[in-house]
Structure formats: C-alpha cells, structure tokens
C-alpha cells in the first residue's frame, strides 16, 4: 500500500533540498538524529508506507523538520478527507485539458490557414507578364553579360572567318602562281 500523494512529494523535495543545502548526507542526517535511514528517505520521497503507525510518520516528521529548521506542518496522508481536499486542489491549479487541446488546435488550424491562403495567392499571380514577376533592372542585369558574351561570340567567329579567307586566298594563289609558271608541282617524282 502507498502512502504518497502529490502533496507529500512536494513537501519531501522541500525536506531534500533543505538537506542538500546543508551538504548533508542521508547518512549523516541518520547519524546525526538518530532517524532510521529508510525513514528520511521515506520523509524526502513523500511515501510513508514504510512507518509502522501514523504517530511514528508525525514525530519523525518533526523531528526531521526541525533539524533542517523547516517550518512545514505534516500533512496527514493518513487522512482521506485532507487528501481528498488537497487533490481538488491540485485539479483546480491545472488547466483544463480540453482548453489546452483546443488552443493547440487553433494553432494548427492557423498555420493551415495561412499556408492555404498563400498558395491560392501563388496559384492566381498572373505569370504570364514578366514584368510583373521580374524587375526590369533585374531582367537588364541578367540580359548584360549574356549580350557581351554574344558579341564576343560573334567577334571571334568574324576573326575566324577572315583567317580562313585569308588561307583559301593564300592556297588559291600559290596555285594560279604554279599554273602562270607552268610549274608542276608533284610529290611523287623524284627531283634531278
């Protein structure tokens, strides 16, 4: 069987935290009051199963608290009716689950709103003027470098049709040269 309830853990923590401070022990409190060690651990979990009757739960308490020099008064687990009360306590400090769910549900409906409205804003922008999705600064700004690299383009082909020319001109009249001569020039005969 337990005796414990939120209450009691609460002000067994109280009991903890009070004994920490101090850099105390268990061991050294046990050693110090004379209080059984599983009675302080009981006292600073808040379960009192472990006392035999509820007078030992009481004056160890009391003991334990005014060595810690805690002003707590003993709350009566032993009681069902200050248990009772205490629990209507607590369930009244919470809040309301159902709030709680309901407020976290508006939450997700207005993220789903928003999310729906700005892509029904998306789906109807009119995408077919440019102009209107682009800026014409930015539209100039992409449109320089590709006109340059075309014009450079264009130039180095300008430049490679020129040197052709100039190649064919100097084939064409290496050739009317060899014919005014009367030359033949053939790799094939051997020379004397």
């Known amino acids: 069987m337990s005796l414990k309830s939120a209450h009691t853990g ?5 009991f ?6 101090l850099s105390l022990t268990v061991e050294d409190v046990a050693h110090q009051t004379l209080i059984n060690i599983e009675y302080i651990k009981a006292i600073e979990s808040g379960d009192y199963a472990v006392f035999p009757a509820r007078m030992f739960a009481v004056k160890y308490f009391e003991k334990y608290a005014k060595f810690l020099n805690l002003e707590i008064s003993f709350f009566d687990i032993y009681n069902a ?8 306590e607590l369930q009244s400090d919470l809040p ?10 508006m939450i997700y409906i207005f993220f789903i709103c928003f999310f729906l409205l700005l892509s029904i804003f998306f789906i109807f922008v009119d995408s077919d003027d440019p102009d ?11 449109i320089q470098p590709l006109a340059t690299e075309s014009k450079i383009i264009e130039e180095f082909h300008e430049e490679i049709n020129k040197l052709h020319d100039e190649i064919n001109n100097f084939f064409i009249q290496d050739k009317l040269d060899s014919v005014q001569l009367g030359v033949n020039v053939d790799s094939s005969e051997p020379e004397t």
């Not at 009716?81 to 209507?88: E, L, R, S, Y």
């Open 132 to 142: 209107k999705l682009l800026d014409t600064k930015s539209m100039e700004s992409m």
């Open 16 to 21: 903890q935290n009070a004994r920490i401070l």
């Open 81 to 88: 009716d200050v248990v009772a009360a205490a629990n209507k």
């Open 10 to 14: 609460k002000v067994g923590k109280a």
């Open 96 to 105: 309301d689950p159902s709030f709680m769910n309901m407020k976290k549900n």
